[in-house]
């Protein structure tokens, strides 16, 4: 559908169409301009964006402070930093300028609705018919620059018939931004030919060859030149004067999962209000299904004729678009809704959405440990108890007990490390450890009676010590020696000494019970 | 009683969190009798550990634990040379079938190496779920007993890891099942337990991983230390008899390094003679030939007099080996120049392993080997750097890789690579990380105490930080990994692998052994150094030429000696390109020492080094030379050392005399002190000997400040140290290169060129230098030129010096010699070059290079042509004429004279058409900038501003943050100082201008000229305009990095 109607503007888009417009927007410190946006405490402060390449840390974006003191994206990190010592320099993540550009393209289409992005830190707007709404190009123009700038970003923006005009002038360009119709040529003949957006060896070899300036080649025999440079010299330059179509790719928005249903009646009946979410979650999974998605959370909310906005909502512990489950769940709180005179509109929501395969809902296959029953029925116990009541635990890569394990945040995530077996641990072990007294050998033999909480403990069996040592880089102090001691009723017990008699008269701790 | 038999020293890199002294002087303290060294695969800190214990009076047992790939872990104890023979044979072997750094050993190999070797295998830490070894384990062990018989014990140990007791109790059962004898071990990995914490930061460098992600890879407890003999008892209670064997083992194993003996060579003499019958015979043979008969009477008498103390320390075999190799690349016309302690004597003079005349000094012959330390004497030769390799590969050879390999360098961990791990592990940023290790030096006794902020603004009160700085200080020093020395060989009769495993080196054909020099000195081994030199390579080139232009046959002995013109232009500092004497500090050193004799050359060597400078011994060394101060000495005892260099020490053996002879130090304590001052600088274990030194010279009556002198000066030999028959040795051949530059500018500036990369200057400076001294140079072109530079016929004086292809950027060598092989009566068509098999590319080069000026193309219009020959007719219309021939001419705008300059910079990093400042000096005049060469007409004192290229930007460590910068503008060159404070300030010019114009006060004292600066300013955007003219506008393409036309200068430290 997107290609055919690309086709079609492409035949009925004659190439002296005069009036198709463009507007190239380059935000010179995309990146760092953000950074400021965001911290404006660096605002006076020099620094840059920098990444690893090939083992040092290369420049990838300045901000203008910096590129006033002569810092270039490419130049190595630390040579920055002996010039300017005083320099900053923050890692550079290279998905950043791409999100940001989108959110801004996402923005422009206050200005146009076609936008694309252009590179790694500009925007191209389609933006035919457009200006008039603004009293004009340069209004239009001076409105986009001024948005941007009290943004905080540091802009250039030309207008032009045609994608190449626009953008050359607008990154290259040393008079007017706007270039009436028709008049490209003029604009061109003066600008240096990467402003045609060709190749870095080709604009190289035309500088060579003392070509520094597109006047000195646009007349030159075509011939000539394609046998020299290729091909895409000879298009860009045409795409430049419009004797060549250029398509532009806009932007698809994201829409939000939502779904809307007006009523003709006011709804007061639950029975409405059941109805009404079925069919809502019957469109919303739909959706989710077609994009292979399913949702973590989900809102229901009823507009009353009376402008309040009744709000229901659940929380799944892991993606879901089973309608069944999910009219479960709000059906619980479906109660929670006051119709009061009647709802008119209800709307659901699904704020979070994970990736979900489309596999669970073929087959609920508990052999192979997928546990969409056992998630189904955590949503129903919290939903009704609380977040708080179930707990899930994995183990963690830490000898010091009370850091062995922690609590897992989904039912979905693996343990990253094996339980440990081959070491005695107790099925319950104390939050914390409660200090005990005992009759003991020393240096490091098990005690042969303990008083537990008052009560005493004769000590049939017994083995260790294993020594854990404190992990010094967590936390200082001594290590503990650990003892699985059985009494005489056949209970076990995990107890530790802290520290030695060397130092001082060590206290004794009860950690933790075994089964 | 008890030992040690299980000790990981920090030469299992990353494992061991001790040094093998440190665990050898804590066992000497715990008082154990014995301890046993036992790294992974390797036998690389046994002497060190050997050393130690010497030191300390007690016995290290040399093992070794092998990590097999298919087999649990053995620990080996050689119990005699034999053995120890087969264990490094076996490691050896290991070696060889793994890439650098591994080690592939298997069961099969240690059961054919097992001879005399005590085992003791390494049971698995965990038990399985039914409290029980594995059925594999014991399998192998079972295997193992088989193969191994009563040599084998199954290792016990107690880490207070959980089950320790179940594990002790079934290795009993195992150890009766199979009948091996369990003994007792502790697994110990550093000396005390406080050492846990580096140990764990080790791991996570290794794992590379840090701390906080680290997890079981660490340890659980820090019980792997050197325990008392008591506490093992205690612990092991229920089994004493596991204590007890290991005597068994202590008492069975009695090999020591010592009985190591070095075997020279036997190769080296002939027709059945004794090594010092051969050296006899040969080195009167050689001294008639080269004196004739009779031989003088003092050469006699020296000869006789070095024969008799070489057959005294037995040192003939030495000598031999080291003439067999020269007389190798003598014969293979590679030039060579021996130096080092013993090479200055007679016989080396007569064997032709210097070319020092030893009669033009006065040396006595023991003042090189010092027979109280007995250690051998030590030669090192200098080779041409093309060609050593061919040196190299000729001693593997003759003696087989299995009797010969180069020494090992051990790097150490330096304060930089040690905070970096450290901060890495500990889990800083990258950013912090960099900012750390950049400014380590600023975190002083100060800093800790609060008194001194640092730049970074790192807190002395941050805990954490704390932390990975008293890490980092235990970490520096540490062993990280085996190097290749640079040319030090070990040559044996026997099997090398007998004496210690040998692995392979990162290059290819190269094999090396596990220990490092000080290692092969500390048993005796004997060691040649094969270096290389660059100069060397010039050297040989300028005399190819000569014999090739001017039908001059020279080597480095036939140099006309003594020649006054030769030192005249030394004098003037018209030394560019000269071996050692071509830098800022020499050529400013120059024209004050006014060399006039081989031995002011060889004191001119030796003068401008971190010693004398930082000793402070120049400037009285020049008073007195220039009259202005008398001579005097310290004392009577130092009247005979220091004669000859007018009271002033100059070189490191005279620094160390004077610890001897003055503060009563023993030679080998003067060794030590020197050697130390490069190794230990940071660990506060030269104060010790610093007290001493000056104590003991003040309690002789020497002043103090002289005895501080002495000290610094000691303190800059340390690492860069020149004893006088180094100096002596170079001397030499700054003489020969000086000749050649003063007789022969055009070979001298040829031969240089196709040596590069050497020296301290571009091709450019050698260029301008050459053409003013008369040479005509010209440019690269494809008709005349070849890969090397070539001399052409004479112009004037001497012959013109074509441009190599060399010079121009992107061109390969085997390209242009089938550019040179098709050229036959020279080319008229870009197209015949590219039927010769040039590519379109390397003609674009060709064409950036201006080298198509002998068909009447300049570059650009060459480039047009080129590009157009990528559409050339192929498949069925392949000969049909090309578009282009017919194609209507284009005007291609016209390249201005400065244009082209920059783009022969860009091309070929110089220019033949005009300087680049000479487009701009107008410029420069209206900014009243004068030109360099006014500068010698200035006054003493003038104010002035000078503007240039940067040639070099100069911070010597002696000269406390000092930056000496070389310019160059179309006149000459100019030396200006900036001193620290000015430098700070406009550090952002100085470090990025490439035309740079400095403002200051004209300093003068004789011929030596410097601008002191007082300002300094970036004028690079004027070279701008020698490009293109064309509106600038602020935007893209002055953000994109512009590639730099000229040279940025060389930065030396």
Redesign the interface.
């Known amino acids: 559908m997107q290609q055919n109607k690309h086709f079609l503007y492409q035949i009925n888009a004659k190439p002296a169409d005069m009036s198709k417009r463009f507007v190239s927007i380059?935000f010179?410190h995309l990146t760092t301009d953000w950074m400021i946006r965001r911290q404006p405490e660096l605002k006076d402060v020099v620094f840059v964006f920098a990444a690893?390449e090939r083992g040092r840390?290369v420049v990838k974006a300045v901000s203008a402070a910096a590129?006033e003191?002569?810092i270039?994206?490419?130049?190595v990190a630390?040579d920055c930093?002996?010039?300017?010592?005083s320099l900053q320099?923050?890692?550079d993540k290279p998905e950043r300028a791409n999100k940001l550009l989108y959110a801004l393209a996402e923005w422009c289409m206050r200005f146009a609705p076609a936008v694309a992005i252009d590179g790694a830190d500009g925007l191209m707007l389609d933006v035919s018919g457009c200006p008039h709404l603004w009293g004009g190009e340069r209004q239009y123009l001076k409105d986009i620059i001024i948005r941007l700038r009290s943004f905080g970003y540091h802009v250039?923006v030309a207008i032009a018939d045609t994608i190449g005009t626009a953008w050359a002038v607008c990154?290259?360009?040393?008079t007017t931004p706007l270039i009436r119709a028709g008049m490209q040529t003029e604009a061109l003949l003066?600008l240096?030919p990467?402003a045609l957006r060709i190749e870095a060896n080709i604009t190289e070899?035309l500088?060579?060859?003392?070509?520094?300036?597109i006047k000195?080649f646009i007349n030159?025999?075509r011939?000539?030149l394609r046998?020299?440079?290729g091909p895409s010299l000879l298009t860009r330059l045409d795409q430049a004067l419009g004797q060549e179509i250029e398509v532009l790719d806009p932007i698809q928005p994201v829409i939000p999962y939502q779904e809307r249903l007006p009523c003709l009646e006011p709804i007061r009946t639950a029975t409405g209000i059941e109805i009404a979410l079925q069919k809502l979650l019957d469109t919303l999974c739909e959706r989710l299904a077609k994009e292979s998605k399913g949702l973590r959370c989900c809102l229901f909310k009823a507009w009353r004729i009376d402008g309040k906005i009744e709000q229901i909502q659940i929380g799944t512990n892991r993606p879901s678009r089973n309608v069944t489950h999910l009219f479960k769940l709000l059906e619980q709180k479906i109660p929670l809704i006051e119709p009061d005179l009647g709802i008119e509109l209800f709307i659901i929501e699904a704020p979070v959405v994970e990736d979900l395969t489309s596999a669970q809902d073929t087959f609920w296959n508990t052999i192979n440990g997928d546990n969409a029953a056992i998630a189904e029925l955590l949503d129903k116990i919290t939903g009704k108890l609380g977040v708080h009541s179930v707990h899930r635990y994995l183990p963690?890569?830490?000898?010091w007990p009370e850091r062995s394990v922690k609590v897992a945040t989904s039912l979905e995530e693996q343990p990253a490390?094996e339980w440990r077996?081959?070491?005695?641990r107790p099925i319950h072990l104390l939050h914390e450890p409660e200090a005990i007294t005992v009759t003991v050998a020393i240096p490091d033999y098990p005690p042969v009676l303990f008083h537990y909480k008052g009560v005493p403990y004769n000590v049939a069996k017994a083995?260790?010590?294993?020594?854990?040592?404190q992990e010094?880089?967590l936390t200082e102090g001594q290590?503990r020696?650990?003892y699985c001691i059985e009494d005489d009723k056949g209970a076990r017990y995990w107890l530790f000494r802290l520290g030695d008699y060397k130092s001082g008269e060590p206290k004794w701790f009860m950690h933790g019970f075994f089964a | 009683m008890y030992t040690e038999l299980q000790v990981t020293t920090n030469f299992s890199f990353l494992r061991g969190g001790s040094h093998p002294e440190e665990l050898v002087a804590q066992a000497v303290t715990l008082g154990h009798k014995e301890i046993g060294i036992t790294d992974r695969n390797t036998l690389a800190g046994i002497v060190r550990a050997h050393t130690a214990a010497k030191k300390k009076g007690i016995r290290i047992i040399p093992g070794c634990r092998l990590d097999l790939l298919d087999g649990p872990s053995l620990l080996a104890y050689p119990t005699n040379k034999d053995a120890y023979s087969s264990l490094s044979t076996l490691l050896s072997e290991g070696n060889l079938r793994a890439e650098k750094g591994a080690c592939f050993l298997y069961k099969e190999d240690v059961y054919k190496y097992a001879k005399d070797i005590k085992f003791i295998v390494i049971p698995p830490t965990?038990?399985?779920?039914s409290f029980d070894f594995n059925i594999d384990f014991k399998a192998a062990l079972k295997e193992y007993k088989e193969a191994l018989g009563t040599s084998l014990y199954l290792a016990a140990n107690r880490s207070?890891?959980?089950?320790?007791?179940?594990r002790l109790y079934r290795l009993a059962q195992l150890s009766k099942e199979y009948n091996i004898p369990l003994v007792a071990t502790n697994d110990v990995h550093y000396h005390i337990p406080e050492r846990?914490?580096l140990q764990?930061v080790l791991t996570c460098i290794r794992e590379k991983c840090t701390?906080?992600?680290?997890?079981?890879r660490?340890h659980?407890?820090?019980?792997r230390y050197l325990k008392p003999i008591k506490e093992m008892q205690r612990l092991f209670m229920q089994y004493p008899e596991t204590i007890e064997l290991t005597q068994e083992i202590v008492s069975a194993c009695q090999f020591s390094l010592s009985d190591l003996k070095y075997i020279y060579p036997e190769e080296i003499t002939t027709k059945g003679r004794t090594p010092q019958e051969e050296l006899t015979y040969l080195a009167w043979k050689m001294a008639k030939e080269f004196y004739g008969d009779p031989i003088p009477p003092k050469v006699v008498s020296a000869i006789e007099y070095e024969l008799k103390f070489i057959k005294e320390m037995d040192y003939a075999p030495y000598f031999l080996t080291v003439y067999d190799i020269v007389r190798f690349a003598r014969e293979q016309h590679i030039l060579c120049q021996g130096r080092g302690s013993a090479a200055n004597s007679t016989i080396c003079f007569v064997l032709g392993i210097t070319s020092v005349d030893p009669t033009k000094f006065d040396l006595l012959f023991e003042r090189f080997i010092s027979s109280a330390r007995n250690e051998p004497p030590d030669i090192d030769v200098d080779f041409e750097h093309e060609r050593r390799e061919e040196v190299i590969q000729y001693i593997y050879n003759k003696y087989g890789r299995d009797r010969a390999a180069i020494v090992a360098t051990v790097t150490q961990q330096h304060e930089k690579g040690a905070v970096r791990d450290v901060a890495k592990a500990?889990g800083l940023?990258?950013?912090t990380v960099?900012k750390l290790s950049?400014s380590m030096w600023e975190l002083t006794e100060e800093w800790h105490k609060g008194k001194h902020v640092s730049?970074h603004g790192f807190d002395p009160n941050d805990p954490h930080l704390i932390?990975v700085l008293n890490l980092t200080e235990q970490f520096i020093g540490f062993p990280r990994q085996l190097g290749q020395h640079t040319g030090g060989f070990v040559i044996t009769q026997g099997k090398l692998t007998e004496l210690c495993p040998i692995l392979n080196a990162r290059m290819e054909d190269r094999t090396c052994i596990e220990w490092n020099k000080d290692d092969i000195d500390a048993l005796g081994f004997l060691k040649i150094d094969v270096l290389a030199l660059g100069m060397l390579t010039c050297i040989r080139k300028a005399f190819d030429l000569t014999k090739e232009h001017y039908n001059l046959d020279l080597t480095l002995a036939n140099v006309p000696q003594d020649d006054p013109a030769v030192y005249e232009m030394i004098c003037h500092a018209d030394t560019i390109g000269v071996f050692q004497i071509e830098s800022r500090a020499q050529m400013s050193m120059l024209p004050r020492l006014k060399p006039r004799c081989f031995y002011d050359l060889v004191i001119e060597v030796a003068i401008v080094r971190p010693g004398p400078i930082q000793g402070d011994m120049v400037h009285p060394y020049l008073r007195r030379r220039d009259g202005k101060e008398k001579v005097k000495y310290p004392s009577k005892e130092l009247e005979e050392i220091l004669s000859k260099t007018l009271g002033v020490p100059l070189f490191q053996e005279q620094a160390m005399k004077i610890a001897i002879v003055a503060a009563g130090f023993t030679p080998a304590e003067a060794d030590e002190l020197r050697r130390s001052m490069a190794t230990f600088k940071a660990k506060g274990f030269v104060s010790s000997l610093e007290k001493k030194l000056i104590d003991g010279m003040m309690k002789n009556g020497y002043e103090k400040e002289f005895a501080q002198r002495i000290f610094r000066q000691l303190e800059g030999f340390g690492s860069y140290g020149f004893p006088e028959s180094h100096a002596a040795s170079f001397a030499l051949l700054v003489y020969v290169s000086s000749w050649i530059k003063c007789y022969y500018p055009d070979v001298f500036a040829t031969a240089l060129l196709n040596s590069m990369p050497m020296g301290f200057y571009q091709p450019a400076q050698i260029i301008i230098d050459a053409k003013k001294h008369g040479v005509e140079v010209r440019s690269v072109d494809i008709n005349h030129s070849y890969w090397d530079n070539t001399l052409e016929e004479i112009v004037g004086n001497y012959h013109a010096i074509r441009l190599g292809f060399r010079h121009a950027k992107g061109l390969k060598e085997e390209e242009m010699q089938l550019l040179v092989a098709a050229r036959n009566d020279g080319f008229t068509t870009i197209h015949s070059i590219m039927n010769a098999g040039v590519s379109i590319t390397t003609l674009?080069h060709l064409a950036?290079a201006d080298a198509f000026r002998s068909i009447r193309l300049d570059?650009?219009q060459a480039?047009?042509h080129v590009?157009?020959l990528?559409?050339r007719p192929n498949g069925i219309f392949t000969g049909q004429s090309a578009?282009?021939v017919i194609?209507?001419s284009?005007e291609?705008?016209?390249?201005r004279l400065s244009e082209h300059v920059a783009?022969d910079y860009i091309a070929t990093s110089l220019s033949l058409k005009a300087h680049p400042v000479s487009f701009v000096r107008e410029k420069l005049s209206q900014c009243s900038i004068v030109t360099t060469k006014e500068l010698t007409g200035m006054d003493n004192g003038a104010y002035v501003k000078v503007a240039g290229l940067v040639l070099v930007r100069q911070r010597p460590g002696t000269a406390t943050g000092i930056c000496f910068i070389t310019l160059e503008d179309e006149t000459g060159i100019a030396n200006s100082v900036v001193f620290l404070k000015l430098f700070d300030a406009y550090?952002?010019e100085i470090?990025?201008a490439r035309l740079l114009m400095i403002e200051g006060t004209v300093q003068k004292e004789g011929e030596v000229i410097h601008v002191i600066a007082r300002k300094c300013h970036d004028m690079s955007g004027l070279l701008k305009q020698l490009g293109?003219i064309?509106?600038e506008?602020a935007?893209?393409?002055s953000?994109?990095?512009q590639p730099e036309i000229f040279h940025g200068g060389r930065n030396f430290r």
């Open positions: 380059w010179q690893p840390m590129q003191r002569g270039q994206p490419g130049m630390a930093r002996t010039i300017l010592p320099v923050f890692d250039r990154h290259y360009g040393h003066t240096p990467a070899r500088e060579k060859l003392g070509l520094y300036q000195n030159m025999p011939r000539a046998r020299r440079f963690d890569e830490h000898y490390t077996t081959e070491l005695p083995d260790g010590p294993e020594r854990i040592e010094w880089f290590y020696d650990y | 965990a038990l399985n779920t207070y890891l959980a089950n320790d007791n179940k846990r914490e764990d701390i906080y992600n680290a997890g079981f660490l659980q407890n820090a019980e500990m940023s990258v950013d960099n950049g730049d932390k674009e950036d570059r650009r480039l047009w590009a157009a990528n559409d578009e282009s194609e209507k284009v291609l705008p016209q390249m783009q550090r952002k470090l990025r293109p064309t509106e506008p935007t893209k393409n953000l994109a990095v």
